[in-house]
Nanobody, 121 residues
Framework: QVLLVESGGGLVQAGGSLRLSCAASGRTFSSYAMGWFRQAPGKEREFVAGISQTNSNTYYGDSVKGRFTISRDNAKNSVYLQMSSLKPEDTAVYYC??????????????WGPGTQVTVSS
């Protein structure tokens, strides 16, 4: 069982940057692949980025590749999403997730409550 809580969301101007954090309470954090998803009103949840359990292999959604960077610190039971060159299209609620296969978005099983990111023009 893994409990996840996101933080770091807020309002930022287009072209700016923001760093999201996710704190996990599970005792076996390092055994899970971690990921970030986002969802805007009226849209389906979209995969943003994933990172593997041990080797820091990463996988990004096409819309954020080159702009966002996912990382993890297993000693702190945390995963991060560094976002740069933000666009209004990035506005959404961002969710932290845990699963077994970082490269397969629909295989994530545990979810945090989300944090709002708003990018203004």
């Amino acid at each position: 069982q893994v409990l996840l809580v996101e933080s770091g969301g807020g309002l930022v101007q287009a072209g700016g940057s923001l760093r999201l954090s996710c704190a996990a309470s599970g005792r076996t954090f390092s055994s899970y692949a971690m990921g970030w998803f986002r969802q805007a009103p009226g849209k389906e949840r979209e995969f943003v980025a994933g990172i593997s359990q041990t080797n820091s292999n990463t996988y990004y959604g096409d819309s954020v590749k080159g702009r966002f960077t996912i990382s993890r610190d297993n000693a702190k039971n945390s995963v991060y999403l560094q976002m740069s060159s933000l666009k209004p299209e990035d506005t959404a609620v961002y969710y932290c997730a845990a699963g077994l296969t970082y490269w397969i978005p629909h295989n994530y099983a545990y979810w945090g409550p989300g944090t709002q990111v708003t990018v203004s023009s």
